[in-house]
């Protein structure tokens, strides 16, 4: 295993020679799960398997019992392209207690990170969410939570 450096971003990422990387932040995980606290349900699902793109959705558990359909936010997490995903504890919370405190179903995109897969991936990933999004407008996408529960019009 390689060991020399090639490039480093102190306190947040190394790579090396050989091309392997290091995140130094950003690489704690929480799975999907019913919050106790907020009341919020989330799961985890493959948007585009070709691309990797991936989400976690977030709904009030109420409205998984309920006709409600609520305004959707789709939420793309921080880290500077390079750290950090959806299923990271702070982004996981975070949007736990705005599903809640909103009243809204939330899509946390995960797109791929650089310097494995350099911009503008994310971009494209991101682009790929959204119209995956938008393929609930009409109540039959691929998302059962989202046809019966989101409200795109809002």
Known sequence: METEVAYELPSVLRVY?????????????????????????S????????SAVSARLYIPRAALGSP??????????GGRFINYSAWSPT????????VAE???????VDYRRAPEHPLPVAY???????????SHSAGNGPEEWLNSHANLEK
């Open 17 to 41: 020679k050989d091309g392997r990387v290091e995140r130094l932040r950003g690489t704690a995980t929480v799975p999907p799960s019913l919050d106790d606290k907020t009341g919020v349900q």
């Open 68 to 77: 409600l359909r609520l305004p959707i936010l789709v939420y793309f997490h």
């Open 124 to 134: 494209d990933d991101s682009w790929i969410a959204l119209k995956w999004v938008a």
């Open 102 to 108: 909103a009243n809204v179903v939330a899509v946390s």
């Open 91 to 98: 982004y996981h919370n975070y949007l736990n207690t705005l």
């Open 43 to 50: 799961k985890d699902l493959a948007i585009s398997p070709d």
